[in-house]
């Protein structure tokens, strides 16, 4: 039996099935669908293909009258592969990608994945370290054409060692060949013999992409099909009965594993979105945060409740733009990024300046002073990177993934010079006991509002709903009493 305080600390999603109104749909002859070995999503126990993805498709397709046959393919390029080109077929757990996404028709999702790299106690490699130290690692494993291997790759990673399955990543990992691995954290914990885990002291050196599984139909499958599988998920989804059955694979599953109708995702970016980790033995990480209380009180009154995934910047950002059903909070709603989302808001305001350290000497008072400075840090892919590109700076150290470890950089001396907003400033400040007067706060550069930026395919009903019990917040008094708790004296956005 896995311990529960490994189980919860991977932040990984198994969706299962419940019941709901049977619908009849017209199909020729019964789907083909294929999965690889890759638990608990899909492996063979007694001589049975079983597994969460299994049993929702199984209860999915019977629930709208649609016939299947299931059929275990000895690899990932095989099963993929017979997918993309073949007729009437389907695939279990294929990660949604933006490079997928126009391949096949999609139903889900049906689980969800966090994908990170992992190495043992003994190597000396330090716990969540971060993407830009974790391409010093020596070594890590991954798999040929994995979408946990491609998006390492996309990252610009040049430390990987490539495997033909993941059954030689493992095996070369355990064996000390190489100092790391690239996986999924459950399926990495579904993988190793049993107390493996805890014997070697594995560790998460760095989370690095959210992924949600899906099934993803042949292109020539009917509409009707893949419609009404859709709509048997999503009722699997919202009538909760879905845990019982994920506890069969995953006995200490709880709701937040369950993707949602709506797939919400955040970063650590206090004091508007950031997590506390609690109880060492059995963590617990609460999201916490002005934006996030606003999010939860907005979605209170939508009558159901979605759960929140916290992440780096880069993932959430870059998922939202592709990813039907999904919004990510707090986001500068600027020109640059207007036609990327549709957006509900605004939930916070964002006054950013440059920052130095107190006795630098440092004095910013024109865009061209700060362009004379040797580096200027700023978090990755934020809308303070922007807003540097725009303008033409050539000194831009962004190669922070979070506004921690770009305050951090100044802090430490390693640049000039930050670029963030003020109320991330102040509240770093007062959480690492870095005093106020250490910091100088020079020119500032914009005041933007942040929103909850959704989605391009997500239905303009549901952000028009989240619009206006936003709005409905904001004058009943609920949004000030959140607002003042967090920011008063400070104007509302």
Not at 134 to 149: F, H, P, R
Not at 181 to 191: M, P, Q, T, V
Request: charged residues 20%.
């Amino acid at each position: 039996m896995r311990e529960v305080r490994i189980l919860v600390s991977i932040i990984t999603a198994i969706v299962l099935l419940t019941g709901c109104e049977k619908e009849n749909v017209n199909v020729d002859s019964p789907v083909q669908v294929s999965g690889i070995q890759f638990s608990p999503n899909c492996f063979i126990k007694d001589g049975e293909i079983v597994g969460t993805d299994i049993d929702i498709a199984t209860m999915a397709m019977d629930e709208t009258g649609i016939d299947m046959e299931i059929n275990m393919a000895e690899s990932w390029d095989i099963a993929y592969n017979e997918t993309l080109n073949g007729t009437n077929r389907a695939l279990l757990t294929c990660g949604y990608s933006n490079e997928r996404k126009d391949l096949f028709k999609w139903a889900g999702p049906t689980s969800q994945g966090v994908y990170s790299i992992f190495a043992k106690s003994k190597t000396g490699i330090g716990q969540a370290i971060g993407i830009d130290a974790s391409k010093d690692v020596q070594s890590i494993a991954a798999v040929n054409g994995w979408l946990e291997t491609t998006t390492l790759e996309d990252l610009g990673f040049q430390n990987l060692i490539y495997y033909d399955s993941y059954d030689d990543a493992l095996t070369a990992f355990m064996n000390d060949e190489v100092k790391s691995i690239a996986s999924d954290g459950y399926h990495l914990i579904e993988s190793l013999p049993e107390g493996y885990y805890l014997q070697e002291g594995i560790k998460t050196v760095s989370r690095y992409r959210t992924v949600f599984y899906y099934i993803a139909f042949s292109k020539d499958v009917e509409d009707a099909v893949v419609e009404k599988c859709q709509s048997a998920i999503e009722t699997m989804i919202t009538n909760k009965k879905t845990l019982s059955i994920i506890q069969r694979y995953c006995p200490y599953a709880t709701e937040q594993l369950i993707p949602g109708t709506i797939q919400l995702f955040t970063e650590v970016a206090p004091p508007f979105n950031y997590f506390t980790q609690t109880v060492e033995s059995a963590p617990d990480i609460k999201i916490e945060g002005s934006s996030t209380e606003i999010i939860n009180e907005i979605q209170l009154r939508n009558g159901y409740s979605d759960s929140i995934n916290i992440s780096i910047w880069t993932d959430a950002y870059t998922t939202v733009q592709y990813l039907p059903n999904s919004a990510v909070f707090t986001t500068a709603r600027t020109p640059e990024r207007e036609h990327l989302f549709q957006w509900a808001g605004p939930i916070s305001t964002l006054r950013a300046c440059f920052y130095t350290r107190a006795g630098s000497g440092i004095q910013i008072e024109t865009p061209e002073q700060a362009k004379a400075l040797n580096s200027i840090a700023t978090p990755r892919d934020w809308y303070t990177q922007d807003y540097l590109v725009k303008n033409g700076f050539q000194n831009i150290v962004a190669t922070s993934f979070s506004p921690v470890e770009a305050f951090n950089q100044l802090i430490n001396g390693e640049v000039d010079a930050l670029l963030m907003f003020d109320l991330g400033v102040k509240w770093l400040c007062e959480k690492t006991g870095t005093p106020a007067t250490d910091i100088s706060e020079q020119m500032q550069t914009s005041v933007d509002k942040g929103y909850i930026a959704f989605s391009l395919n997500t239905p303009p009903n549901i952000v028009r709903q989240w619009q206006d019990n936003l709005d409905a917040m904001k004058e009943d008094g609920a949004f000030a009493t959140i607002w003042n708790k967090w920011y008063e004296g400070t104007e509302m956005p």
